[in-house]
């Protein structure tokens, strides 16, 4: 299921060019706001803040910038009023697609997600029309050479894991959305390092799709990737190597 494989989107996500991060610390310091202004701005207090700070390092963002955000978000600086919308599609060969948006401006972000679905032979759904394809759950990757098995099962199903899959790429541990925050602290604090940790929507039906209809989705989802009010993408589409 190459498609829509998490570990293959981690990696390119790291990849990401110079070109690039001016973008990647845009949407970062927007959600770092967010979850400074929901939950404080001191990251042992704030499980959410304390993966982002995490992701900014990794992404080597300005400690300016990363200071800055969490000010706007605490009410130190003045700054923009984000929020959070979540958005439902479909893609072409009816490829499911949920969107997370982080938006000043809700207008905005909608016709441009419809216009990038449009022209790519989809369209934008309706509140409910997509999200039981997907399981919506806290989810950490793990690599394989950072802890054993025994020890990772140990620790995260004692901090409230529901599962713990293995893969020939590495772990995927996965939780109740309410139950993120006291995992990811159990496996900080077991010095079990993370590749990616987010509350994700996780496909749960796959919608196979042929080559041609591979490299339209690959478009769209740099289409989407491009805009600026975009954070993160979850499609359910199932390519062969």
């Known amino acids: 299921m190459a498609g829509h494989n998490k570990w293959s989107k981690v990696k390119r996500q790291k990849a990401v060019t110079d070109s690039r991060k001016g973008k990647v610390f845009s949407r970062l310091s927007r959600e770092i706001t967010i979850a400074a202004k929901s939950g404080g701005g001191d990251p042992e207090a704030n499980a959410r803040l304390r993966t982002l700070l995490l992701k900014a390092r990794e992404a080597n963002m300005p400690v300016d910038n990363v200071d800055r955000a969490i000010k706007k978000g605490t009410g130190e600086l003045p700054g923009v009023s984000y929020e959070d919308v ?12 949920i969107v997370k948006v982080t938006t000043d401006n ?9 216009s990038v679905f449009t022209k790519h032979g989809g369209n934008l759904a309706g509140s409910g029309a997509v999200m039981f394809q997907f399981l919506h759950a806290g989810q950490f990757l793990i690599a394989k050479d950072t802890v054993a098995e025994d020890r990772l099962l140990e620790v995260a199903l004692e901090a409230g894991a529901d599962d713990v899959i293995t893969t020939d790429e590495g772990y995927d541990v996965r939780c109740n959305i309410h139950a993120f925050d006291t995992v990811l602290q159990a496996l900080e604090t077991a010095g079990i390092k993370t590749e990616n940790a987010e509350v994700a929507y996780i496909p749960t039906t796959t919608v196979p799709v042929d080559a041609r209809t591979t490299e339209t989705l690959a478009a769209l989802h740099d289409l989407l990737d491009g805009l600026d009010d975009v954070q993160q993408v979850f499609s359910n589409e199932e390519t062969s190597e």
């Open 106 to 114: 809700k207008n905005r972000a909608a016709a441009d997600l419809r």
């Open 86 to 97: 979540t958005y439902e599609a479909y893609g072409p060969s009816g490829v499911a697609f």
